[in-house]
């Protein structure tokens, strides 16, 4: 991961490989964290609160939410 953050000219094959690492680690990080934990992660003000953050990430996982 170090390597792409000192950007210099990367291959096609490169990038694609770098942004399937990153791809991987989101998807783990949510896969570990609660629906709620999430929610708080991803909440910016002026944007969904957090209860529908949290409705959002319970379906997309198919599970229920008690928010």
Same mark, same amino acid.
């Given at each position: ?7 210099g ?6 990038a694609? #490989?770098? $942004?399937g690492? /990153? ?5 783990? &990080?949510?896969l *570990? +964290?609660?629906?709620?934990?999430? #929610?708080? $992660?991803?909440? /910016? ?5 957090? &209860?529908e953050l *949290? +409705?959002?990430?319970?379906?997309r996982?198919?599970l229920?939410?008690?928010a």
């Amino acid at each position: 991961m170090e390597r792409i953050l000192n950007i210099g000219p990367v291959k096609r094959q490169e990038a694609v #490989a770098a $942004a399937g690492l /990153v791809l991987a680690m989101a998807r783990r &990080d949510l896969l *570990e +964290r609660s629906p709620r934990e999430s #929610a708080l $992660a991803a909440y /910016v003000s002026g944007g969904p609160s957090i &209860d529908e953050l *949290e +409705r959002r990430i319970a379906d997309r996982l198919g599970l229920t939410c008690a928010a």
